[in-house]
């Protein structure tokens, strides 16, 4: 039997969504120079120069479209992969290209198409069509031997081929293949750490995109708590938020599955999966954290707001939200090169713990509490991560880091680099009240000694506050890249007008 869904307003609503388009955005797509990745080509061959031999070519293999499942249907409109386009700025898939290490020289290889392609998607482009658009130095259709033959042409003593492991997932980015790859030497270990720890720092072209993708991120939360009210779904939310992000941002792809969270979904930490699709309706009373982020050119942003259904917080609301909220100013006033991201970490949960405290949530010696691990009781997750192409953007692990910590907690941190200028970082500090580390925290004497447990009852069920910013480092001070209200007042201010 199908359940009913009751449809809200939907009319003034939707009227309601449109007049609040973003009033400093045209709607017209961010145009993207091809300057920005010969930067990036530029920087990748200068950093290999000293590392690899002569005659060394790089071959990188763009993302490949995926149909659904067995059908002939495809299941989401294309997204680069990350890396390809970090080089290239390539759209389409199925691409591949190379990048000679001695001189530069960058060459794409689209596919060649069936001539049924100009009838079903349009018109097939000429090499130089995408030659002039990527403004790279030459362009030849990939047919069976096409690339072998380049390779041969130019010389290639080694290929350089990217195998990258992600850190978070563990997933492999296997290296590109190709007929005729088998009759060169190929090295598959260098390449990765040194792109991705060009990627963990920004250019200023590269900054120029992340301002815009966070600067249509804040219109559209922005939009989202305008649209909220009691008897909403939290899907609505998600949608008005999606809607923005595309009509006046242009930003077709989000970085991520939408978390669109009400009242106790807010511990819920990656709320909006299959299981729990964004599809409660939204009472009065009920907090709402959302965190979702589009990507302009696959550069994301990451962006997480908490606020009240109704417009007012509670008491208890504002306690636990002021705590949030003074972890996330401390840290983005701390941050600097030279810390180390453990530190910041730390930092966090050593204000939540002195605040919960003196809300008569924990007693005790806050170091002491520190020292327990009561802070990943209420976060679990870590700090931040760093941001880019991908929402959690590769590199945690290079340069000076160290191994991944054990303790709970510590041990979700997907970075413990010391922070450098140009790098794009994550503050996103959280509380919450998840029953199963409440009841095993409670359960161990070592750490129930912290807890007053009558105050505690007080919040069970309450949810969760996380509040995220996206943070450039630099010397003279963090650049804050998003901006949405953020105080109490600032925030009910805004959902009266």
Not at 92 to 113: C, M, N, Q, T
Not at 154 to 181: H, I
Not at 220 to 249: C, T, W
């Amino acid at each position: 039997m199908f359940r009913r869904l009751k449809i809200v307003g939907s009319l003034q609503i939707l009227t309601s969504i449109l007049k609040m388009s973003v009033s400093t955005v045209t709607g017209e797509p961010f145009v993207v120079s091809p300057a920005l990745f010969a930067e990036n080509r530029l920087r990748l061959v200068n950093a290999l120069k000293e590392k690899a031999k002569a005659g060394s070519v790089i071959v990188l293999r763009g993302g490949v479209e995926q149909n659904r499942y067995n059908t002939d249907a495809m299941d989401l409109p294309f997204r680069q992969e990350s890396y390809f386009f970090w080089a290239f700025g390539v759209h389409e898939s199925d691409f591949y290209g190379a990048i000679d290490v001695d001189s530069g020289k960058s060459i794409l290889f689209p596919p060649r198409l069936h001539p049924d392609y100009a009838i079903w998607d349009g018109k097939i482009e000429p090499e130089n069509w995408f030659k002039k658009i990527y403004k790279v130095d030459d362009v030849h259709f990939n047919d069976a031997n096409t690339i072998n033959d380049t390779l041969r042409n130019m010389g290639a003593k080694q290929l350089l081929l990217l195998r990258a492991e992600n850190t978070d997932s563990g997933n492999v980015l296997e290296p590109a293949d190709f007929k005729g790859k088998s009759e060169f030497p190929v090295d598959t270990e260098m390449l990765y750490p040194v792109m991705a720890n060009l990627r963990v720092f920004k250019t200023d072209k590269e900054l120029e995109v992340m301002r815009y993708s966070c600067k249509i991120a804040s219109e559209a939360h922005k939009a989202a708590m305008k649209a909220v009210r009691p008897g909403l779904y939290e899907y609505q939310l998600e949608s008005v938020f999606r809607h923005i992000s595309y009509y006046d941002g242009g930003c077709r792809h989000l970085a991520y599955t939408c978390i669109a969270a009400s009242g106790v979904n807010g511990a819920i930490l990656h709320y909006g999966h299959a299981n729990a699709p964004n599809n409660k309706k939204i009472l009065d009373g009920d907090l709402c954290l959302l965190d979702m982020g589009p990507e302009c050119e696959c550069y994301a942003s990451d962006v997480t707001t908490t606020f009240p259904a109704n417009g007012k917080f509670t008491d208890k609301q504002k306690v636990i939200y002021n705590a949030v909220l003074r972890a996330n100013r401390e840290v983005t006033k701390s941050a600097r090169p030279g810390v180390r991201w453990t530190e910041m970490h730390l930092l966090a949960e050593r204000v939540l713990l002195t605040d919960l405290k003196a809300a008569g949530i924990l007693t005790g010696d806050v170091e002491e509490m520190l020292d327990a691990r009561i802070g990943a009781v209420f976060m679990p997750h870590g700090l931040g991560h760093l941001l880019g192409l991908d929402v959690h953007d590769c590199g945690g692990y290079l340069g000076d880091a160290i191994p991944r910590p054990k303790e709970p907690g510590m041990k979700s941190l997907r970075t413990t680099r010391t922070l450098q200028e140009r790098m794009v970082i994550t503050v996103e500090p959280g509380c919450y009240f998840i029953d199963v580390l409440l009841d095993a925290a409670l359960a161990d004497p070592a750490k129930r000694k912290y807890f007053n447990v009558d105050k505690l009852k007080e919040f069970r069920g309450f949810g969760g506050v996380r509040i995220e910013d996206d943070i450039v480092i630099w010397a003279k001070g963090n650049e804050v890249l998003n901006d949405v209200p953020r105080t109490v007042e600032e925030i009910e201010a805004f959902m009266r007008h």
